[in-house]
C-alpha cells in the first residue's frame, strides 16, 4: 500500500503518541487527503478486532469501498448491507449500532469525523469498548463549541 510522504509521517506520530501511552489519537488531513487510505494503513497492521464508525450511511458505503480497494477485508453494519460478522473490520453505521444494540467486540475503534464524538451515540461505542485504542479522522478537529469537550489524554496529531 502507497502512502504519500506527508500520510507516512501521519501513521508514523499515531504509532509514536501511542508508544508514549496516549490511548486516543486524532488525525487531522484536510479533505480529499487521503484520511481513510491512511486509516487503512494502520488497519492492515493491526491484528485486533476494529469498529469504523461513521454517522451517516453514505461514508460508511465510502469508506468499506475505499478499504475494499487498499485490500482492506471489510464487513459493514448497516440497515442496507448484509451481515458479514466474520470480517475482523466492521464499518459501522452509529445509527444502526444503536438501533440494534449491536456491540462488535473492538481493540481499536476508529471514529469518522470525530469531531461530532463529544455526543450521544459517538460516545457509545467509546464506551461499549473501555480498553480500546481510538483513531478519530477529520478534517476540523476543533469547533468552538466542541473544543471545550476534549480529553486532555486526546493527541491531535496533524
Not at 508514549?20 to 486509516?39: E, I, N, P
Not at 473492538?106 to 473501555?130: I, M, Q, Y
Request: with cysteine; proline share 6%; charged share 20%.
Amino acid at each position: 500500500m502507497s502512502l504519500h510522504p506527508y500520510q507516512a509521517a501521519l501513521v508514523a506520530r499515531v504509532y509514536t503518541t501511542w508508544a508514549a501511552g496516549s490511548r486516543s489519537v486524532v488525525m487531522q488531513l484536510g479533505t480529499g487527503g487521503g484520511k481513510t487510505h491512511t486509516a487503512a494503513s494502520i488497519l492492515r497492521e493491526e491484528a485486533c478486532p476494529v469498529v469504523f464508525a461513521a454517522h451517516l450511511d453514505s461514508l460508511v458505503g465510502d469508506t468499506a469501498k475505499r478499504l475494499r480497494e487498499a485490500g482492506v477485508p471489510c464487513g459493514i453494519v448497516a440497515p442496507w448491507a448484509p451481515a458479514e460478522p466474520s470480517h475482523r473490520i466492521q464499518v459501522c453505521s452509529l445509527g444502526t449500532l444503536h438501533a440494534r444494540g449491536t456491540r462488535p467486540p473492538a481493540g481499536l475503534v476508529v471514529l469518522d469525523e470525530c469531531h461530532r464524538s463529544a455526543w450521544g451515540r459517538w460516545s457509545e461505542v467509546l464506551k461499549r469498548n473501555p480498553n480500546a485504542t481510538h483513531i478519530g479522522l477529520t478534517a476540523t478537529p476543533r469547533k468552538l463549541e466542541e473544543s471545550k469537550h476534549a480529553s486532555a489524554d486526546d493527541q491531535e496529531i496533524t
